[in-house]
Structures are given as structure tokens and as C-alpha cells.
């Protein structure tokens, strides 16, 4: 199941700035694709009380949640808020609770527990503590500040690799442990810093997790976390594990682009515009006879389109094609020329052509 963090962890993106009606729209989108739960912001963030407000009234059966940090003061503005989960960052290694947090392992675990505790005495209903910076933390500690948490009434832990150091592998064998110690949900936080949150997160899936955080184009802190369209269409389309709506993903990505000045590169999975674009001679040829020997899925099925298009790496089958579908037709040595042609204009043009062009070329 997955967790929708665009709100939250996104917004921690350098630079990004949602307005009420951007967080709306990715609200709307989100519900529409059928994500279980959305993290919609953290506690004390302007505007959150509204964006839940307005959240709750179409929510459906996704669950919300607010993200708050270890603190009993915070806990109750976000029971304040009416909310019914709640998501308690805790972190776990010792560089972070003596140069952070300024305490031990013995306060730490203390102040978990009473932090819990307030969460679930003001009425929340599901508390995550999420653990940070998991990786680098002591196994032995971790499992038992996990343990500890659902002693005291946590729904979930959530298992942050803070740093995006793990690789699947490492990601597997953590999954494994904690599972093995826990009869609550558990959950991944996986960061990207070394371009593996993705797989890590749907390798966590296969291994017990029973959420994986991610958000749209994986924007979050640094080099950002998992993403969402890239675990959606993973999960319904190659595992068909999952009944996510997933044609809209694109337009959805897009939106999220403007809104945070993050540019989509053209061969982004899932949200490029060129991934199912072909001018390779050898795989144009082989599309036409049979799209599935070079694509992994139907381009509709995320509401993209295939585009093949002739230029400096076309063949003589890939330009008849291409004649072909433009109502054109000419006899093998004309059609030799022409693929010189096209060719010779494409690098100078240093871009495959369009239909026109090549049109043009085979009048002359």
C-alpha cells in the first residue's frame, strides 16, 4: 500500500511552495488514483487545518494524516485538528539523538513513550512513529524503539533510511528484522540519494512492508524519496497487485512540475514525454510488427502515446514505414536515396524529423 508524502515531504523540496489550490489539485488527483493514504502536511503548517478540512469531505477511504515530531506540545495541536493519524518522527541513531536531540538512548525511548501515550490518550486513533535515520542506527535499539512503540499503542512503524543508503539487498534484510519483531503495520521512508528509493521501496513491499512513502516525481528533501508514479504503475501494471488508477499519472506529475519548478527530464519513467518515442531503425522496424518485443506495457495504459519517428538512425524499413502511414510510396532505389536524405538532414537538423519533412524530401 502506499503513502502519498508529496504534501509533506515534498513541500520540504528547496524551493517549492504549494498554494491552497496546488495542494487541492494534488489532493484530487491522488484520491483519484487510489492511494490508501495521504500525508497532507506537518504540524504547524500554514494552511493545514484548512487542506484537511477540505480533504476530509472527499476523502473516500483514504486515510489522512499529519506528520509531527516527538513532542507532546505538538501532538496536541494536531489533536486539535481533528485527525485521525498522526505520523511521529523519532530519531534512532546515536549521531542523531546526542548531536540532535541532545539526549541518550535511555531518553529517547522515554520520551517515545510518552509521546505515544499523549497521542493515543487525546484520541488519536492510528499512530506511526516513524524511525529516522534507520540505517545508520544500532539494530538492536531500533528494534527495540519499535518494539517499545507498539507496547504503548502504536498502529505502524515507519522505517527510514534517511540518507537513501540502503540498496535493495540491505533493504530486504531490514525489512525481514522488523517484521520479524512486530505485529503492528510497518512501513518504508526510502530517500534517493544514491537513485535507488524506488526499487528499495517495492523490494520493502515484497519483503513484509505493508506501506512504502513516496510522492509525485519523488520531490522531497535533497535528491528526494521513492515515486509515486513510478510505484503505482509498477504495482498495478507489472505485479497487478494493486487496482490503481493509473491513466492519469502523467497530467498529474505535470501539474506537480509547474507548481514546484521541477522540470520532468523527457525519459522520465512513467512522466517523460519521449518514453514511448522510437527513431532507432532497428526497434521502429520491430514495433510495427509487434510493440510488445521493445515496450514493457501499452502506452494507453498510462495515457501516453507511441511515437515513432524517422532521422539519422532510420533504416530502409523504418522510412517506408514512415512514407507509408503518410500516404507515400516510392520504388527501392528511390527509397535508398531518400534514406540518405533523411539521414544526412536529421544530423544537421540534430533531431528526427517530422511528417512534413519528410514528406518534403520524398517529393523531391
Not at 510518552?114 to 542506527?137: F, N, Q
Not at 514511448?276 to 506495457?297: D, I, N, R, W, Y
Request: glycine share 10%; net charge negative.
Amino acid at each position: 500500500m502506499l503513502i502519498d508524502t508529496t504534501l509533506r515531504e515534498g513541500a520540504q523540496l528547496f524551493g517549492a511552495y504549494f498554494s491552497m489550490a496546488a495542494r487541492e489539485r494534488i489532493v484530487s488527483g491522488l484520491l483519484a488514483i487510489g492511494v490508501e493514504e495521504i500525508e497532507l502536511g506537518w504540524v504547524g503548517q500554514e494552511g493545514l487545518d484548512e487542506l484537511l478540512r477540505r480533504a476530509k469531505k472527499r476523502r473516500g477511504r483514504t486515510a489522512l494524516s499529519v506528520w509531527s515530531p516527538c513532542r507532546e506540545t505538538d501532538i496536541r495541536t494536531a489533536a486539535r485538528l481533528g485527525i485521525e493519524r498522526i505520523s511521529i518522527g523519532v530519531p534512532v541513531s546515536d549521531l542523531h539523538i546526542e548531536k540532535r536531540l541532545r539526549t541518550n538512548r535511555e531518553g529517547l525511548l522515554e520520551r517515545l513513550a510518552r509521546t505515544v501515550l499523549a497521542a493515543r490518550l487525546m484520541g488519536i486513533e492510528y499512530v506511526s512513529v516513524g524511525l529516522e535515520d534507520v540505517s545508520r542506527a544500532d539494530r538492536d535499539f531500533a528494534i527495540k524503539a519499535a518494539g517499545l512503540a507498539q507496547d504503548v499503542g502504536a498502529s505502524r512503524v515507519r522505517l527510514s533510511d534517511s540518507l537513501g543508503l540502503l540498496t535493495p539487498a540491505a533493504t530486504m534484510e531490514l525489512v525481514a528484522a522488523f517484521r520479524d519483531k512486530l505485529d503492528i503495520d510497518l512501513a518504508v521512508h526510502c530517500h534517493d540519494d544514491f537513485g535507488m528509493a524506488t526499487a528499495n521501496a517495492v523490494t520493502a513491499l515484497s519483503a513484509g512492508a505493508d506501506y512504502a512513502d513516496a510522492s509525485l516525481l519523488g520531490i522531497g528533501e535533497r535528491s528526494g524519496i521513492a515515486a509515486i508514479e513510478e510505484l503505482a504503475a509498477y504495482l498495478a501494471i507489472k505485479e497487478e497487485s494493486h487496482a490503481y488508477d493509473v491513466q492519469n499519472l502523467g497530467g498529474l506529475c505535470h501539474f506537480v512540475s509547474e507548481a514546484a519548478g521541477v522540470p520532468v527530464p523527457r525519459t522520465k519513467a512513467i512522466a517523460g514525454k519521449d518514453i514511448f518515442a522510437c527513431e532507432s531503425g532497428l526497434h521502429a522496424h520491430a514495433l510495427s510488427k509487434s510493440p510488445g518485443l521493445f515496450e514493457p506495457f501499452d502506452p494507453e495504459r498510462i495515457g501516453a502515446n507511441r511515437m515513432v519517428a524517422v532521422g539519422g538512425k532510420s533504416g530502409r524499413a523504418a522510412v517506408a514505414r514512415a512514407l507509408a502511414d503518410n500516404g507515400l510510396d516510392l520504388p527501392e532505389q528511390g527509397l535508398a536515396a531518400l534514406v540518405h536524405e533523411v539521414r544526412k538532414l536529421a544530423w544537421e537538423l540534430e533531431r528526427p524529423l517530422t511528417g512534413s519533412e519528410l514528406t518534403e524530401l520524398a517529393k523531391n
